[in-house]
Each structure stands twice: as C-alpha cells, then as structure tokens.
C-alpha cells in the first residue's frame, strides 16, 4: 500500500487544499499541531517531521487508525507539489 499515492488522490484536489495544505506545512511559526483534511490527518511533529494517516470515526469503537506514514517535510512538499503540477492544479 503506497501511504502516500492515497493521500494525495484524496487531499490535493484543489488549488485551495493545494495552498491550505503546504501552508501549513511550511509556516514556521507552528511547530507542532495537526491539519484535518478530506479523509486524512497531517500530524506536524516538529518543523521538518510529519505523520500522515487516516483518521475513520465508526461510531461503535471510536476513532480508528489503520495505517500511517511519518515523513520529512522536504519529500511531502517534492511529493505535493509534483502531484500538484502532473493534475494541472498549480
């Protein structure tokens, strides 16, 4: 399962979360929180570390997380705006 692929499919839709999304990743001013997207979580651990995973409510159980990725920001933003680009959105 490639982690990654799906995140973006599934939040780089727009030019909106485009922007929103490395926004957030790029402001320096917060150095750690968490951006809610479409389907998917962006956990900020420190300026350059992420995790990204899905976050799926079923009501019963509570909130389940079945898979995540933990990446550096430079190889998220390359994997951003190279989706970004191929999709025509920026």
């Known amino acids: ?3 990654l692929s799906k995140f ?3 939040e780089i839709n727009s030019k909106e979360y485009y922007e929103s999304i490395t926004n957030f990743i790029n402001l ?3 150095r750690k929180g968490e951006f809610e997207g479409n389907e998917y ?3 900020k651990m420190d300026r350059d570390n ?5 976050e799926y409510d079923d009501g019963e ?11 550096y920001k430079n190889r998220l ?8 680009q ?5």
Do not use: C, R, T, W
């Not at 191929?86 to 920026?90: H, P």
């Open 1 to 3: 399962m490639d982690i």
């Open 8 to 10: 973006l499919q599934a």
């Open 28 to 30: 320096y001013e917060i």
């Open 41 to 43: 979580v962006i956990m």
């Open 50 to 54: 992420f995790i990204i995973f899905p």
């Open 61 to 71: 159980e509570g909130i389940q997380i079945p898979f995540s990725l933990s990446i």
């Open 77 to 84: 933003l390359d994997a951003i705006n190279s989706y970004a």
């Open 86 to 90: 191929e999709k025509g959105i920026i």
